[in-house]
């Protein structure tokens, strides 16, 4: 796969609800978005350079010590060196040279708002952009994803008991229309979802599935 010169035609974009293993579990790897990942690479996993931030949980200690283990587990289980994993909590201290030289992004789970707010504070959505037109490879988990859509639904202050978003927010970043997104669900509503996630995979869309869950995105 060779870096495309315009912007329009960036494609190394992987958006998760949740990661690369159903419900965080080793022996459950979710095999389309593997193998999805692997697809996107231009070198073996091994020699795969990975620029991990997980920004998005960091008002939380607790939560992102957990987040980020879990998630660096995963990318040691499917072959990422330890060695070539570099934590990356957005402060403005990474240049944009340095950020090119990782072949991939990954931007966790967490809050959407606080993300998106770091990103725009310390100008690195300048940096994301790049990367992304670049081709080098981007894996959005939950939050993370959610960043590069043109709104998200803010969920912050939740309202009621169907916990309604209180506001749609942008974080300016406009790849993509969140066109779906289904919240944990049981196996009967889940296989309800299946014939969506069919179509979407057909298209020049990026999706997630993971602990049945969907996000489908649609190209802008």
Not at 64 to 85: F, V
Not at 87 to 100: P, R, T
Not at 181 to 206: H, N, P, Q, R
């Amino acid at each position: 796969m060779h870096n495309m010169q315009t912007h329009n035609n960036w494609c190394n974009v992987l958006l998760t609800d949740s990661g690369f293993f159903y419900d965080g579990e080793l022996n459950k790897p979710l095999d389309l978005l593997i193998n999805s990942f692997k697809a996107m690479l231009q070198k073996h996993l091994a020699e795969t350079s990975v620029l991990f931030t997980p920004t998005a949980s960091m008002q939380n200690e607790l939560k992102a010590i957990k987040i980020t283990n879990r998630l660096k587990n995963e990318l040691l289980t499917i072959g990422i060196s330890s060695d070539n994993i570099t934590v990356y909590d957005i402060d403005g201290s990474l240049s944009e040279e340095d950020a090119m030289k990782f072949d991939v992004i990954y931007f966790t789970g967490g809050k959407t708002p606080y993300l998106a707010e770091r990103v725009l504070e310390k100008g690195f959505d300048k940096i994301i952009k790049k990367m992304i037109f670049a081709n080098k490879v981007y894996i959005g988990m939950s939050a993370g994803s959610a960043l590069l859509a043109s709104h998200y639904e803010d969920y912050t202050n939740r309202v009621g008991e169907d916990n309604r978003a209180t506001s749609s927010r942008s974080a300016g970043l406009d790849f993509f229309n969140l066109t779906a997104i289904a919240d944990k669900m049981d196996d009967e509503k889940f296989e309800a979802y299946l014939e969506l996630l069919d179509v979407a995979t057909g298209l020049e869309s990026c999706t997630g599935m993971s602990e049945h869950a969907l996000l489908i995105c649609k190209k802008m």
